[in-house]
Nanobody
Framework: QVHLAESGGGLVQTGDSLRLSCVVS????????MGWFRQAPGKEREFVAA????????NYADSVKGRFLIFRDNGENAVYLQMHALDPGDTAVYYC??????????????WGQGTQVTVSV
């Protein structure tokens, strides 16, 4: 059973930075594509960023390009989301996801419970 555990969320102010972590247990993530999604109150879950198994290819939502960075440490079985220049529009529950794939997929098989990020004005 693959288990994903996010951490690092919190309450920050506009312009602040925050790093989210996602540690995976039950399976090595070496052959897994990893992603971050978020869901704001009253909105559907949306894609934020993804990284392929090697870490060499990444994708970002237009709304976070240039501000967020996704990276992974396969030795630590973890993926991270470094967020800069946060604004209230980034307020959401952030979810980590994983799927066995050698490319960046459209859908993911495994999900974490989420971590809340709240950005105040």
């Amino acid at each position: 059973q693959v288990h994903l555990a996010e951490s690092g969320g919190g309450l920050v102010q506009t312009g602040d930075s925050l790093r989210l972590s996602c540690v995976v247990s039950g399976r090595t993530i070496q052959n897994y594509a990893m992603g971050w999604f978020r869901q704001a109150p009253g909105k559907e879950r949306e894609f934020v960023a993804a990284i392929d198994w090697s870490g060499r290819k990444t994708n970002y939502a237009d709304s976070v390009k240039g501000r967020f960075l996704i990276f992974r440490d396969n030795g630590e079985n973890a993926v991270y989301l470094q967020m800069h220049a946060l604004d209230p529009g980034d307020t959401a529950v952030y979810y980590c996801s994983a799927t066995f794939s050698n490319t960046i997929p459209d859908e993911y098989d495994y999900w974490g419970q989420g971590t809340q990020v709240t950005v105040s004005v």
